[in-house]
């Protein structure tokens, strides 16, 4: 794995499989129309609020299917530049995710790329 497919990945949106819904569930008392019955009414509240929570819970496992890949990456890109095992890389990953991640997934792939080459000048 390079590093300059992390960035194509990154640029291509490949490692945001889905965005969250998050939308807002309606409370009980909700009215989804006022000419049908109060029981009508509230089978909808109760279907809409399941069907909100079963597409959130799917696109969160979606992104974290995203993130995972994207994690596995750029350890795999580490490992093939420093020439180290899985856990030392993830540890490299770590660091680099620790020093970064509030800049995004570019920023990460950064600093991990300086470390892996800063590691494998030295090793």
């Given at each position: 794995?390079?590093?300059?497919?992390?960035f194509?990945?990154?640029?291509?949106?490949?490692?945001?499989?889905t965005?969250?819904v998050?939308?807002?569930?309606?409370?009980d008392n909700?009215?989804?129309?006022?000419?049908?019955?109060i029981?009508?009414?509230?089978?909808?509240?109760?279907?809409f609020?399941?069907?909100?929570?079963r597409?959130?819970?799917?696109?969160?496992?979606?992104?974290?299917?995203?993130?995972?890949?994207?994690?596995?990456?750029?350890?795999?890109?580490?490992m093939?530049?420093?020439?180290?095992?899985?856990?030392k890389a993830?540890?490299?990953?770590?660091?680099?995710?620790?020093?970064?991640?509030?800049?995004?997934?570019?920023?990460?792939?950064?600093?991990?790329?300086?470390l892996?080459?800063?590691?494998?000048?030295?090793?």
């Amino acid at each position: 794995m390079y590093f300059s497919h992390i960035f194509d990945e990154i640029n291509n949106r490949e490692y945001e499989e889905t965005e969250l819904v998050m939308d807002h569930k309606v409370k009980d008392n909700h009215i989804f129309d006022e000419n049908k019955s109060i029981v009508w009414n509230r089978e909808q509240v109760i279907s809409f609020n399941q069907e909100l929570d079963r597409i959130n819970k799917k696109q969160r496992e979606l992104l974290q299917i995203a993130n995972n890949r994207f994690t596995n990456d750029v350890i795999s890109a580490i490992m093939d530049i420093c020439n180290i095992n899985k856990i030392k890389a993830g540890k490299v990953y770590s660091y680099a995710w620790k020093l970064s991640h509030s800049g995004g997934r570019h920023e990460i792939v950064d600093t991990a790329h300086d470390l892996a080459f800063l590691i494998s000048e030295i090793i």
